[in-house]
């Protein structure tokens, strides 16, 4: 192990140690919702985003993904797990009409944070299109699927409004749109560019055959 590695491995167990002092930072507050047997006025939002944050951070931690960063894994597993505690107690101690309440705000909260990162995951993709000014590599029948569910999902959640289905859905049927748009825009383009590439394929053949065929025979011995 190189002077590097032990430093960085030092400063991560360092790290790991503020950042579940961070993650149990809440406990006095949940001992007091225990206590009371009620959540009052406290927001379970804060903690819906240690979640997300800490599964992300655990997924990007891990060997196939990004080797060496088990100390990523360790805290930001932890934190998962202390953050899924926290909203399970949100959930058992709201009362009545506020427990339904708090239960569609917290499940409607991640529904949109994953629904967005789905459909903004063509972003990369929609970057490289302007760039090469080629959609070959932006199925069209993807884009074309998620305007339509965008579409649908943004006008059934209008009919009776729901914040959590339109938000994440009417960006997402903004961003088909964009897709859409850059297809229509490139897709000539694109054709020209995929027949050039053909042509300079054939072309290269040709010429390894005919050189091929110009070479001398070796005598056999």
């Not at 302007?130 to 993807?142: G, N, Q, R």
């Not at 088909?176 to 383009?189: N, P």
């Amino acid at each position: 192990m190189t002077t590097a590695d032990i430093a960085r491995t030092v400063v991560g167990i360092i790290g790991n140690i503020i950042s579940g002092a961070l993650f149990l930072s809440p406990v006095p507050t949940f001992i007091e919702i225990w206590k009371k047997r009620s959540v009052e006025q406290f927001s379970p939002i804060p903690y819906l985003a240690m979640v997300v944050n800490c599964m992300v951070w655990t997924l990007y931690g891990l060997p196939m993904v990004h080797p060496h960063s088990i100390l990523v894994v360790t805290i930001n597993g932890s934190g998962s797990g202390v953050a899924l505690i926290f909203i399970a107690l949100f959930l058992i101690y709201s009362d009545g009409k506020k427990r339904l309440k708090k239960r569609s705000e917290i499940v409607g909260t991640v529904c949109i944070l994953f629904n967005i990162m789905m459909y903004a995951s063509p972003l990369s993709v929609m970057k490289l299109v302007i760039k090469t000014k080629s959609v070959e590599y932006m199925p069209f029948y993807i884009s074309l699927a998620s305007f339509g569910n965008g579409v649908a999902w943004t006008t059934y959640a209008l009919i009776r409004f729901d914040p959590f289905i339109t938000i994440p859905n009417g960006l997402g049927t903004l961003l088909a749109v964009a897709q859409l748009l850059l297809y229509a825009t490139y897709y000539k383009s694109t054709q020209r560019q995929i027949a050039a590439r053909n042509a300079t394929k054939e072309v290269n053949l040709s010429h390894v055959m005919v050189g091929n065929a110009t070479q001398p025979s070796k005598p056999n011995h």
